[in-house]
């Protein structure tokens, strides 16, 4: 039969750990050091782990604790919602900071508007934004992170998603590039190109598109992040496509960089923002999509 979980054990693990000693944890729940130390037998016993060792005059926690810590306090939060009144929340005495997976263009670009919505609505609480990466799957179901936004791609069926906008393909070049003014399909193919990709692709819509006009370009160089893909592209006559919501961002900032429209019939790149299910209905993180969304509407 499965283990039979004390949630109060649960709730003084995360002061004990948060404090980081017996005295501090016994003051925050009114009890003497030693009622304390024996909660903290009964955690080790309901965990199998010492959870916190001596190491000179202090307590550390061992690996199996700072494991726990992790997802202790989303645990604390669940069980909250689990019991309060569907009307009961109030995004001005929010404390939470939500850690959200984008690139890096579009964090600069956007960051700025959601912390300004956010400071306004719930001054208390935060953004924590952290660069692409592979296994957003995973991220969003272990909890470390709370909401991905980026393309639309094959997600695993468990993840909720919900469409932010779409954005079509444009391309930077330097100022003075030679393509400038006489950009055809044929001329996109003269000059070598930059793909941004965090998992190395060389491919995408725009060969697509070259390819159904018997034409194909040279991709030179694959890079993983904008911010060294445009610094590249200032010095050089590399092209430089990407999508158009994150020439938004590029505009903000004035590089010495030049828009050019692609003469091809691209297909649309769907924005979406991507979260597990499990937070579907906690009224802090849906507050947050919601909030999300409207900003974007707005800015359409």
Known sequence: MPQKIDFNLIYALNLLLEEGSVSGAAEKMNLSAPAMSRILGRIRRQFDDPIMVRAGKHLVPTPRALELKRQLGEIIEQAAALIAPNDAFEPGKLTRTFTIRANDIFIGALAGGLLETLRDMAP????????????????????????????????????????????????????????????????????????????GRTQGPIDDALRDLGLQRNVALTLPGFHSAMMLTMK???????????????????????????????????IVQAWHPRLDRDPAHRWLRQTIKQFFLQRE
């Open 124 to 199: 208390l609480s935060g953004l924590k934004f952290i660069a692409e990466s592979d296994g957003e799957d995973d991220a969003l179901r272990s909890g470390k992170v709370d909401l991905v936004i980026g393309s639309s791609r094959d997600w695993h069926p468990e993840i909720k998603t919900q469409s932010l906008f779409t954005s079509t393909f444009q391309a930077l070049v330097r100022p003075g590039h030679p393509i400038i003014g006489r950009v055809t399909p044929e001329t996109l193919t003269h000059y070598p190109h930059i793909s941004v990709s965090r998992r």
């Open 236 to 270: 050089s006559d590399f092209i430089l496509p990407l999508p158009r919501h994150v020439l938004q961002g590029v505009s903000n900032i004035h590089l010495p960089l030049a828009e050019i429209e692609l003469p091809l019939e691209l297909e649309s790149v769907f």
